[in-house]
């Protein structure tokens, strides 16, 4: 018991101050949705009149929970549970991943298992952690909205649920760490069962039974497929059902259970799934650095352009589809122009649209140069930079190949967009709203690279966590903002809100210079500050 105490001990001093933002940010986010659904749809006949509409267009449903009637509280679950879970599912993989495949890597778990800890008692004391975590995650939840004055029954079950999701990505993630030799194989393996999982449950909403007077959803078969839909059913503050909750926690137990066993039959820095073997000697091509750099990135790169192109497709086969239902319900029409800077509606939904292709193109930047922080960590800076290549040039390649990666998404949402409006009258109109759209996008996603560089030249060891935590933050001041009626220098704190935009015939270009200028300081900073630092592998 004390070597396990021990292990706990050690990970919360270790991670005390990014879980307090993970959980702080989850808190905060119940808590804006609380004041903003209430300012902004205030009466049961604005929020019935919103749901119509998301019955009516159910591809809404995608990106939103499952409507469980006009009340308040219901309303605002609908809002927001599918987020409050993907947050606790997030804070959940990365803490996983970071204290079993991430420390194996390291070397230190092999240190901690020749003590009498083992290999064993440091699983068993992450999985404390990370069920601790989720339970203040969950009762500050609860608290959120109790604060607000909510039923108490639906306020824990929407806290309890918050957990329960987040417990099932922590399994999900135990288990991947067993699977993938690294670490970054293990997070993205783990990512990528989230975002499939929580489109499952969306699309499983989408195609589900409307009730008569449109204000329920009765989920399809599909969704029962994905933890999200789990979540979602429980439909706190309508019916306030436990039971699809527990089965987050039954999944949670297998997962973590199966994550174990595979642990006790695999080797130490081994793996069940077997790294693709390389080739002896390099192409000539990986000659110099940003061969290297580019080689490292690419695979992630291509990952977050099919997910551009995807979501560029919709930027304009949709607008179309809204702009008949914007023009029969107010609700909507305002939603979207509060987006998208007043703006038509098809303007809008292409606003709306590459904002997230913004995220996207962010999370490709931000991902290559945590990529230096990860060649730092591991000792493999080491070499390349025993040769002729200096320090500055160095890095200098991860951020140019990350802008270029940045490039890259948004170009591949275009040409989505492009695709999505071949067969429209209007298409050529279109897709130049769109490449105006990812332009600013870019400058706005650039903003996330330079200052995840210069914070890799200030503190190294916040790399990783600082870079994501600012992403996160943009993402939800400035898409979900406006949604949630914060304030508008709030949302106007996000890089993604003051991006330009098209507007009309002309361009909005809103915050583009004070975009434009800190990106150039913060790139010319941390290239300055990086001829002044020694390499710090340890931090």
Known sequence: MSRLATLLGQRLRRDWLQLTL????????????????????????????LLATVMANPVILLFRGLPSGPGEQAFIVFLLMPFLVMMAAFMSTFLAVRHTRGDEEAGRLELVAATTAGRTVPSVATIAHGVLANLVLGVLVAAAFLSGGSPAEGSWLAGFTAACGGLTYLGVALLSAQLMRTSRGANSLAVWVLVVTYFIAGIGNAVGTPSDDLTHMESSWLTWLSPFG????????????????????????????????????????????????????????????????????AGSTVGWMAGAFFAGALSTSLGSVVNEIGADNPAVADVLKALSAEADLEQAVIVVFFTMVGLLA???????????????????????????????????????????????????????????????????????????????????????????ALVFTIAPRWTIPLGWTLVTAAIVFGLFGPLLGLPEWVANLSPFSVAPVPSGSEVDVRGMWWLVLTVGVGAAASLVLMRRRELAPAG
């Not at 959980?23 to 609380?34: K, V, Y």
């Not at 706190?236 to 199966?258: M, R, S, Y």
């Not at 890259?408 to 709203?433: F, I, Q």
């Open 230 to 297: 789990w979540a979602e059913n429980t439909r706190a503050f309508d019916e306030n059902l436990w039971w699809p909750a527990f089965l987050c926690l039954g999944a949670f137990i297998v997962l973590a259970g199966a994550a174990l066993a595979l642990q006790t039959v695999r080797d130490l820095d081994a793996s069940i799934i077997p790294e693709r073997q390389g080739r002896a000697a390099a192409r000539a091509t990986l000659s110099t650095p940003t061969a290297l750099v580019t080689r490292l990135a």
């Open 362 to 452: 962010a999370c490709a930047g931000v991902q290559t140069v945590a990529r230096a922080r990860q060649e730092e960590a591991h000792g493999t800076a080491e070499p390349v930079l025993a040769t002729p290549v200096q320090r500055v040039r160095w890095l200098a390649d991860f951020v140019v190949v990350g802008f270029i990666a940045i490039v890259l998404t948004c170009a591949a949402a275009v040409a989505g967009a492009w695709a999505g409006a071949a067969s429209l009258d209007n298409g050529a109109a279109l897709t130049g709203d769109a490449f105006v759209a990812a332009w600013g996008q870019v400058i706005a996603a650039s903003v996330f690279l330079v200052l995840t």
């Open 22 to 49: 993970w959980i702080a940010g989850t808190m905060a986010l119940a808590l804006a949705g609380l004041s903003g659904a209430a300012s902004t749809y205030g009466t049961e006949q604005e929020r019935t009149a």
